[in-house]
């Protein structure tokens, strides 16, 4: 009976790792397009102190302008509705790649750490050059916020979107689970999971609580950057940031945040089963003039959601936070 269970054990072991070496196998024959080939019409590459990134731009210049930054697996596309309600409102509304997503570069340095992106962002304002008001989705709040504490002079306004900050990871402190420790098993991991295009749809259902709302070309959209030479790398370079808790950064600093000295908003779903609501409510107590805004049934990607409700939503933080942006100019 032992041996048969250690038999089958086994079995089903090398059949997992067998399927995980012909995922990276698809993987390396899909990722064709060398960086800058394959992009997207809507944008462009823009030069930072970090490397190239790509931006899509709609609205007017010269008018107060809106940095969309994305979370996990997704690139500036998946901003596009947004973009859409919020332009005509008076808005220059800027979405950019975040590497290692999208068809920004990846960094020479495979580091992703909270700190690191953080200084990515900051280059990437510094060449804008204009103060937006940043907005941040899921685990881009983490740099984001970590940017716009290093460099509060280079934003006007900041909105958190189902912010994944980890806060409360503070307490019990979490590293990367052994089997992905290796890069070599979690770049096989990462091909047969994260980079897989099969898995796409599954994914996003995981993370939004009005799932009718996926349709076909957003799940296409989603895997275009699938065919980027070593995205599959760079996505696994990635993914310890999910597990590590960040301890020395300043965005884990409760103090910190009760410092933050600038207009924030932020926009939650109720039903967010990723970063529950009650994150949100903590970080709105912690912020000295927070405005919290709850969209209801919406899960934890509610651009994606319900786009028109989010769109009211984030135009009226962007309105308020504009307005007291005018006050405080000289």
């Given at each position: 009976?032992?041996?048969?269970?250690?038999?089958?054990?086994?079995?089903?072991?090398?059949?997992?790792?067998?399927?995980?070496?012909?995922?990276?196998?698809?993987?390396?024959?899909?990722?064709?397009?060398?960086?800058?080939?394959?992009?997207?019409?809507?944008?462009?590459?823009?030069?930072?102190?970090?490397?190239?990134?790509?931006?899509?731009?709609?609205?007017?210049?010269?008018?107060?302008?809106?940095?969309?930054?994305?979370?996990?697996?997704?690139?500036?596309?998946?901003?596009?509705?947004?973009?859409?309600?919020?332009?005509?409102?008076?808005?220059?509304?800027?979405?950019?790649?975040?590497?290692?997503?999208?068809?920004?570069?990846?960094?020479?340095?495979?580091?992703?750490?909270?700190?690191?992106?953080?200084?990515?962002?900051?280059?990437?304002?510094?060449?804008?050059?204009?103060?937006?008001?940043?907005?941040?989705?899921?685990?881009?709040?983490?740099?984001?916020?970590?940017?716009?504490?290093?460099?509060?002079?280079?934003?006007?306004?900041?909105?958190?979107?189902?912010?994944?900050?980890?806060?409360?990871?503070?307490?019990?402190?979490?590293?990367?689970?052994?089997?992905?420790?290796?890069?070599?098993?979690?770049?096989?991991?990462?091909?047969a999971t994260a980079t897989n295009p099969l898995l796409t749809k599954w994914f996003l259902k995981k993370f939004m609580h009005r799932t009718d709302e996926i349709d076909p070309a957003?799940?296409?959209?989603?895997?275009?950057?699938?065919?980027?030479?070593?995205?599959?790398?760079?996505?696994?370079?990635?993914?310890?940031?999910?597990?590590?808790?960040?301890?020395?950064?300043?965005?884990?600093?409760?103090?910190?945040?009760?410092?933050?000295?600038?207009?924030?908003?932020?926009?939650?779903?109720?039903?967010?089963?990723?970063?529950?609501?009650?994150?949100?409510?903590?970080?709105?107590?912690?912020?000295?003039?927070?405005?919290?805004?709850?969209?209801?049934?919406?899960?934890?990607?509610?651009?994606?959601?319900?786009?028109?409700?989010?769109?009211?939503?984030?135009?009226?933080?962007?309105?308020y936070i504009t307005s007291i942006s005018d006050l405080d100019s000289p």
């Amino acid at each position: 009976m032992i041996k048969r269970f250690l038999w089958l054990t086994g079995s089903l072991v090398s059949l997992c790792i067998a399927i995980a070496f012909v995922f990276a196998w698809i993987a390396s024959n899909r990722e064709v397009l060398a960086f800058a080939e394959g992009l997207p019409d809507q944008g462009r590459l823009i030069d930072t102190s970090h490397g190239a990134f790509f931006i899509v731009e709609k609205g007017v210049p010269e008018t107060p302008r809106v940095l969309l930054a994305h979370g996990a697996a997704a690139w500036s596309d998946i901003w596009a509705e947004t973009q859409h309600n919020i332009a005509p409102e008076g808005y220059l509304v800027t979405a950019f790649d975040m590497p290692p997503f999208g068809w920004s570069e990846h960094p020479k340095a495979p580091t992703y750490e909270r700190q690191a992106q953080a200084a990515r962002m900051i280059g990437l304002l510094e060449a804008l050059g204009d103060k937006p008001i940043l907005v941040a989705h899921s685990v881009a709040a983490g740099p984001a916020t970590e940017a716009v504490m290093m460099r509060p002079d280079l934003v006007s306004g900041y909105v958190i979107v189902s912010g994944a900050m980890g806060l409360a990871d503070r307490h019990t402190p979490k590293d990367v689970p052994f089997p992905i420790q290796n890069r070599n098993v979690r770049k096989l991991a990462t091909a047969a999971t994260a980079t897989n295009p099969l898995l796409t749809k599954w994914f996003l259902k995981k993370f939004m609580h009005r799932t009718d709302e996926i349709d076909p070309a957003m799940v296409a959209s989603l895997q275009t950057p699938m065919s980027r030479q070593g995205y599959t790398q760079a996505v696994s370079d990635w993914i310890p940031q999910l597990f590590k808790t960040p301890l020395d950064s300043n965005s884990m600093d409760p103090e910190e945040w009760r410092t933050l000295d600038m207009p924030v908003a932020l926009i939650w779903g109720d039903k967010d089963t990723v970063t529950p609501l009650h994150q949100g409510q903590e970080l709105a107590a912690l912020l000295p003039n927070a405005r919290l805004t709850v969209l209801n049934y919406v899960g934890h990607i509610p651009h994606l959601e319900a786009p028109k409700e989010f769109a009211d939503a984030l135009l009226g933080e962007l309105k308020y936070i504009t307005s007291i942006s005018d006050l405080d100019s000289p």
